[in-house]
C-alpha cells in the first residue's frame, strides 16, 4: 500500500509521455464484398448468414409499412432504421440470450432476433404504453426516447448481475450525439472505475438529428471517447454484420472474463429521415445519402450470398412474400388489440393498491367525488 505522504507522481525528466493509444478499426465484408476470410473465418455459418440477412431484409420491410401506416394516419411519428440493421443484429446474434440488451430506438433488427414481439414496437409507436411492457423471457428493456438514459440503466442492470455473482452482461445502444450527453459520462465513469461488465455501443452515423458529427464531436473518432474513462475501445464498420458480430462477440467475452467495459463505436448511416416528423432534404446532400447507399448492410450481405450460391432472386421472391405475410399479420394484431381498461393506470403503478386509490379506480373519481364530502372547517 502506498504510504500517505508519497507523491502520486514521479517525474524524472522535463517532458514525457505519459500516455499514448491507438483505435483500431474493424471490417471483414467490406462495401465491395471484399471478405477477409482470416478473420471472418467460422464466424457466422451459412445456415446463419441466411437468417441473418432474412432477418434485416424483414425489419427493412417493416419500415416501409411503418412509414405507410404513419402517413396515413394511422400511427404517431416514426423512426426508421433502414441502413443501420446489422448493428443491434449483430450485437443480438454475439450475446448470450439472457445478456440485457438496452435499445434507444433504431435497434428493431436486434429485439426481433432476441424475440421481441414485432407488433410491440408499433404499438409504441401508436403510443399505446403496452407496446413497452418487453417480455421478460427477452431480457429486452423498453425503447428509450429520452437521448441516453438507457446507457445508466444499461450500467445498473450490469452491476446488478455482477453483484449477484451472474454471468449476464448489459450492451447498450447510443447514437453519436448521444455521447455528447452528461448520462453518457456518468454511465462510462461508472463502468470503467468499478469494473462493470457493460458494452457501450455507438451507432454514430453522422447526424445527431440534424447536427452534423463535425460540429458536436471534434476528434477524430468518437470511439476515442471512452479512452478518457480507461476502456478498450474500437471502430468497426457498422454496416458489416461480420464486423459487429467479432466486435462484440471479443467485448463479451472481456467482460464475463474480467468484468471490463468496451466503447464499440460502428460507422453506420441512417438513410432515412431521423423520424417521419423530419426531412433530412433540408440538412443533407444527397450526394452522401447516394454513397451510403452502395453501403448498405443488406446490399453486401445479398452479393456475399449470391458469392456463395446461397442465395438467387427465386429466394429473394420467396423470402418476399413470406415477410409480406409476417408484417401484415404484426400490424393486424396491433391495430386489433382490445383497447385497455381505465384501471390499468391504477392496476400498473403500486404493488399493493392504496385503499383511497382503489376508491378512485372502481368510481372513476377522485375520493371526494365518490360519496365522500371534503371536510370544511369554520372560517376557512
Known amino acids: 500500500m502506498r504510504a500517505l505522504n508519497t507523491p502520486r507522481y514521479t517525474f524524472t525528466m522535463p517532458i514525457q509521455t505519459v500516455f499514448k493509444a491507438e483505435i483500431e ?3 471483414i465484408l467490406d462495401e465491395h464484398c471484399e471478405f477477409d476470410e482470416k478473420l471472418g473465418a467460422g464466424l457466422i455459418p451459412d445456415d446463419d448468414l441466411v437468417r441473418l440477412y432474412e432477418a434485416m431484409s424483414s425489419c427493412r420491410y417493416l419500415d416501409e409499412v411503418a412509414f405507410k401506416l404513419q402517413r396515413s394516419g394511422r400511427m404517431g411519428t416514426y423512426p426508421q432504421n433502414m441502413g443501420q440493421e446489422a448493428a443491434s443484429l449483430g450485437a443480438a446474434y454475439a450475446l448470450r440470450s439472457d445478456d440485457w440488451l438496452v435499445t434507444c430506438y433504431r435497434e428493431n433488427c436486434g429485439l426481433f432476433w432476441r424475440g421481441v414481439p414485432m407488433e410491440s414496437i408499433l404499438l409504441h409507436w401508436m403510443g399505446d404504453e403496452r407496446g413497452n411492457a418487453m417480455p421478460a423471457a427477452h431480457y429486452a428493456t423498453p425503447i428509450a426516447v429520452p437521448i ?20 449476464r452482461i448489459a450492451c447498450t445502444f447510443f447514437g453519436d450525439g448521444a455521447s455528447s450527453e452528461g448520462d453518457f459520462h456518468e454511465a462510462a465513469n461508472f463502468a470503467a472505475n468499478l469494473d462493470i461488465p457493460v458494452i457501450f455501443c455507438c451507432q454514430s452515423n453522422s447526424w445527431a438529428i440534424s447536427v452534423p458529427q463535425r460540429i458536436q464531436c471534434s476528434a477524430p473518432t468518437v470511439a476515442q471517447r471512452g479512452i478518457a474513462y480507461g476502456m478498450p475501445c474500437m471502430q468497426v464498420d457498422g ?14 467475452a472481456r467482460a464475463r472474463e474480467s468484468s471490463r467495459p468496451t466503447f464499440i463505436e460502428l460507422v453506420t448511416y441512417r438513410l432515412g429521415d431521423h423520424t417521419t416528423a423530419d426531412d433530412a432534404r433540408r440538412y443533407r446532400d444527397q450526394a452522401e445519402v447516394d454513397l451510403w ?12 450470398l449470391e458469392t456463395k450460391r446461397l442465395w438467387d432472386s427465386s429466394k429473394e421472391d420467396a423470402m418476399r412474400q413470406r415477410i409480406e405475410v409476417s408484417v401484415n399479420a404484426a400490424v393486424s394484431r396491433a391495430e386489433e388489440i382490445a383497447a385497455p381498461p381505465t384501471s390499468d393506470v391504477f392496476d400498473h403503478t403500486f404493488a399493493q393498491l392504496p385503499p383511497d386509490l382503489v376508491r378512485q379506480r372502481d368510481s372513476l373519481q377522485t375520493h371526494s367525488l365518490a360519496g365522500e364530502q371534503p371536510v370544511h372547517t369554520e372560517g376557512h
Open 293 to 304: 447507399k452502395l453501403r448498405d448492410p443488406l446490399i453486401r450481405t445479398r452479393k456475399l
Open 25 to 27: 478499426r474493424i471490417s
Open 148 to 167: 441516453g438514459t438507457q446507457m445508466l440503466h444499461a450500467t445498473g442492470l450490469a452491476w446488478a448481475s455482477k453483484y449477484r455473482g451472474e454471468s
Open 239 to 252: 454496416n458489416d454484420i461480420f464486423a459487429c458480430v467479432y466486435a462484440v462477440k471479443n467485448a463479451a
